[in-house]
């Protein structure tokens, strides 16, 4: 059983990883309840209600998910959600619910505690009205390289006071994102477009294809597409009377900083280029640099670190065609010798087969993994700007920043940041498991250091 002190829940609920949430209606006898999971990070909020249960998942989305079941006879609640194979099974004990939850393979006994309301995350860099600067919607439509047709829709953030500005282009990372780049109710291109715009700077973001108010193929879609939509809003945006075409840039965040140069290598209209977290090293290593790097965060020992790596190593030269016995012999290969403890450690268990396979299947995955910036970067003429934080375990900073350099030669302005992570915030470890509960969006020394940039390229 989850043990706590009287109390508690503010500072568990600060270390949480993933929050759902139960709402009822607003009716008498209402009662919020929250507890933690040890396990896994997962903190559960439940509002009862004398006749109904819904299921929300507030960090994710302000959509519902559908209780499939619940039922309360005397002191036990029971609910299951089918939709997300999620169960609980919960004991009343005067104030207190206590029993397990189960969804997947995970199972484990919990404590729910009285609250007066639903937790939410603090994000305090979330701009607030009113805005001292003007927004407008930039939309495109294209037909892409593959022959697919393309609509994009952005907004476009620029000072009230002036004609021409110069301005900056932001491509977000890797998964179909929407224009604010949101991630765990962090919005990082908003920030960026509401610090730059009191600098006297226009951005544009966008919805990526398939995200938003954006459509277009997604299922075939790799980086080097990726690349003609963020071109194809770096040109429409050129023509906007706000905007001076001679201190138009380009910038991204993680995948969209390998994007962001790649479109400058081929079209000398960029002015600049930002890379935020962008790989200067191959697909493939930055994948194994990553791996390394998160299970180290989180207290892997080297051994088993090992041991994922050599497995890692084998499953990205697979072909994307081999069958899931192959995969799950790589991994009976590999986990021979470790306890069920020390295999699900380092996720090589069966049960991730179907989700690997799927992964080396995707066009997107093929491509990433032979992508090579050495094919692109000493191609940039203009001005680059390469920021990291030292702490970034997804693209990490010194082999990355080392062969940028490297490659773009004497274009290139860098800085690593030390105790920023992959999202640029101040953080403890770097590992992602921390992104959600940090409050901080992105850190006002990154954003200086990119307005700086900007407006020396003027």
Same mark, same amino acid.
């Given at each position: ?22 709402? #009822? ?63 609980? &099974?919960? $004991? ?51 037909? &892409? ?8 829709? %952005? ?19 890797? @998964?179909?994102?929407?224009? +604010? ?12 477009? +509401? ?20 459509? @277009? ?38 995948? #969209? ?27 493939? &290593? ?12 989180? %207290? ?54 179907? @989700? ?55 274009? $290139? ?38 307005? &700086? ?6």
């Amino acid at each position: 059983m989850v043990t706590m002190k009287s109390n508690p829940l503010w500072g568990i609920l600060r270390r949480s990883f993933l929050i759902i949430s139960i709402l #009822g209606v607003n009716v008498a006898h209402a009662q919020w309840y929250t507890g933690m999971s040890n396990k896994t990070g997962l903190a559960l909020c439940i509002h009862l209600t004398d006749s109904a249960v819904d299921l929300y998942s507030p960090m994710q989305t302000a959509d519902p998910i559908p209780v499939s079941s619940w039922s309360r006879e005397g002191n036990r609640l029971t609910l299951e959600c089918n939709s997300i194979g999620l169960k609980i &099974d919960l $004991t009343q004990h005067d104030s207190t619910f206590s029993g397990f939850w189960k969804q997947s393979i995970i199972k484990e006994e919990i404590t729910f505690y009285p609250t007066d309301t639903i937790f939410s995350l603090l994000r305090p860099q979330t701009p607030q009205p009113p805005y001292p600067y003007l927004e407008e919607t930039v939309t495109t439509d294209y037909t &892409d390289s593959q022959g697919n047709k393309v609509h994009l829709e %952005g907004t476009l953030t620029y000072p009230k006071e002036g004609e021409r500005f110069p301005c900056l282009v932001l491509v977000s990372g890797s @998964g179909q994102q929407n224009r +604010d780049e949101e991630i765990m109710q962090h919005k990082p291109f908003w920030v960026i477009a +509401d610090y730059l715009a009191r600098r006297g700077i226009a951005v544009l973001r966008y919805d990526d294809r398939g995200m938003g108010a954006s459509a @277009g193929e997604v299922e075939k879609a790799d980086t080097r597409l990726f690349s003609e939509d963020a071109e194809a809003m770096f040109n429409t945006v050129k023509e906007n009377p706000h905007i001076d075409p001679a201190r138009l840039g380009i910038g991204g965040h993680s995948e #969209g900083g390998a994007i962001a140069p790649m479109v400058a290598a081929r079209n000398k209209e960029v002015k600049f280029v930002v890379m935020l977290a962008g790989q200067g090293c191959t697909g493939l &290593d930055v994948m194994l640099q990553q791996n390394e790097a998160i299970f180290r965060a989180k %207290g892997v020992s080297d051994s088993l670190i090992a041991c994922r790596m050599a497995y890692l190593r084998e499953a990205f030269a697979m072909p994307p065609t081999a069958s899931a016995k192959e995969h799950r012999k790589l991994i009976e290969h590999y986990t021979a010798s470790l306890s069920k403890e020390q295999a699900d450690s380092i996720g090589l268990v069966r049960s991730s087969v179907a @989700g690997m396979r799927s992964q080396l299947e995707s066009q997107w995955m093929q491509t990433f993994l032979t992508l090579d910036p050495a094919e692109y970067l000493p191609k940039v003429t203009c001005p680059i700007l390469a920021l990291q934080g030292m702490k970034d375990c997804q693209v990490i900073a010194l082999p990355n920043i080392t062969r940028i350099t490297e490659l773009a030669g004497d274009n $290139t302005h860098h800085e690593i940041f030390a105790g920023l992570n992959h999202l640029f915030q101040h953080c403890t470890t770097g590992s992602p498991d921390e992104y959600m509960l940090i409050e901080e969006t992105f850190a006002p020394e990154a954003m200086k250091a990119i307005a &700086d940039f900007i407006d020396e390229t003027k």
